[in-house]
């Protein structure tokens, strides 16, 4: 197996109600079994996922919260509004927003968007990844998949990088159970999660400052399903044993 990644050039600023599948298919050429990366930002401004803090009213928790951490109110609350559960409020904010992914803030960001202006996740980012595939692969008649990412931190390490959080036609875990190793012994445990290592690598390609790539081609890999969604990735209420850890801590 191969791979092949290359950025999309000259896609211009993205704003609300812009057609990404038509910026994509009008500056490149799709294969079959593409695999399209595509930066959460772009999707988010297409979507009119921007607000203003002046347009959000501070309540009793997020004003405590916000003391603690030394943000604005306004900004804990649009966080506190997206969020399914405050898993740690301090020294950082880390919760789970209600599409069941776990990250600092909510994901809100304020870069690569207008002055005065936060950008959210997408809503539903697997049904974004599902729309502009479809309209993909109705503009060019290939089979293609869609990843969907944002940067996240890890808890371990020092550093960002790309992970998935949404996808279309494409599992996001590859499970090796039940296969061999180089000495013949059964695989028990390995499941390898591809999309966000794809993301990883797009990532590479996309930067995180000014370089206006946001959306990067992987060509020669063959992981393209007919369905997948990205809460395959999400441990279960029963398995996740770091939720569990972090809720006895939040009640010391």
Same mark, same amino acid.
């Given at each position: %197996?191969?791979?092949?990644?290359?950025?999309?050039?000259?896609?211009?600023?993205?704003?609300?109600?812009?057609?990404?599948? *038509?910026?994509?298919?009008?500056?490149?050429?799709?294969? +079959?079994?593409?695999?399209?990366?595509?930066?959460?930002?772009?999707?988010?401004?297409?979507?009119?996922?921007?607000?203003?803090?002046?347009?959000?009213?501070?309540?009793?928790?997020?004003?405590?919260?916000?003391?603690?951490?030394?943000?604005?109110?306004? =900004?804990?609350?649009?966080?506190?509004?997206?969020?399914?559960?405050?898993?740690?409020?301090?020294?950082?904010?880390?919760?789970?927003?209600?599409?069941?992914?776990?990250?600092?803030?909510?994901?809100?960001? $304020? *870069?690569?968007?207008?002055?005065?202006?936060?950008? +959210? @996740?997408?809503? $539903?980012?697997?049904?974004?990844?599902?729309?502009?595939?479809?309209?993909?692969?109705?503009?060019?008649?290939?089979?293609?998949?869609?990843?969907?990412?944002?940067?996240?931190?890890?808890? =371990?390490?020092?550093?960002?990088?790309?992970?998935?959080v949404g996808v279309y036609q494409i599992h996001p875990i590859k499970n090796w159970k039940g296969q061999k190793d180089l000495f013949g012994n059964t695989l028990e445990?390995?499941?390898?999660?591809?999309?966000?290592?794809?993301?990883?690598?797009?990532?590479?390609?996309?930067?995180?400052? +000014?370089?206006?790539?946001?959306?990067?081609?992987? !060509?020669?890999?063959? =992981?393209?399903?007919?369905?997948? *969604?990205?809460?395959? %990735?999400? !441990? *279960?209420?029963?398995?996740?044993?770091?939720?569990?850890?972090?809720?006895? @801590?939040?009640?010391?």
């Amino acid at each position: %197996m191969k791979m092949h990644a290359f950025t999309i050039e000259n896609i211009p600023l993205v704003k609300e109600g812009d057609d990404i599948a *038509s910026i994509i298919c009008e500056r490149t050429d799709i294969e +079959d079994n593409d695999i399209i990366v595509i930066a959460s930002t772009i999707v988010s401004k297409a979507e009119g996922r921007m607000f203003r803090l002046e347009d959000i009213i501070a309540g009793e928790n997020a004003e405590r919260i916000a003391a603690k951490l030394g943000l604005d109110p306004r =900004f804990v609350q649009a966080v506190l509004n997206r969020s399914h559960e405050v898993l740690v409020e301090f020294p950082i904010l880390l919760v789970e927003t209600d599409n069941g992914h776990v990250c600092i803030k909510a994901g809100i960001d $304020d *870069s690569n968007v207008d002055n005065g202006y936060l950008i +959210d @996740l997408p809503t $539903d980012p697997d049904r974004s990844a599902r729309k502009i595939g479809e309209s993909i692969e109705e503009r060019t008649g290939k089979n293609i998949s869609v990843i969907v990412t944002d940067t996240n931190g890890r808890a =371990f390490k020092i550093g960002q990088t790309g992970i998935a959080v949404g996808v279309y036609q494409i599992h996001p875990i590859k499970n090796w159970k039940g296969q061999k190793d180089l000495f013949g012994n059964t695989l028990e445990i390995t499941e390898e999660a591809i999309a966000d290592e794809m993301a990883g690598a797009a990532n590479l390609l996309m930067g995180e400052g +000014d370089g206006g790539y946001p959306v990067v081609i992987l !060509r020669g890999l063959e =992981f393209r399903s007919e369905d997948g *969604s990205i809460k395959e %990735m999400y !441990r *279960s209420e029963r398995e996740d044993i770091i939720k569990k850890g972090l809720r006895c @801590l939040s009640k010391v």
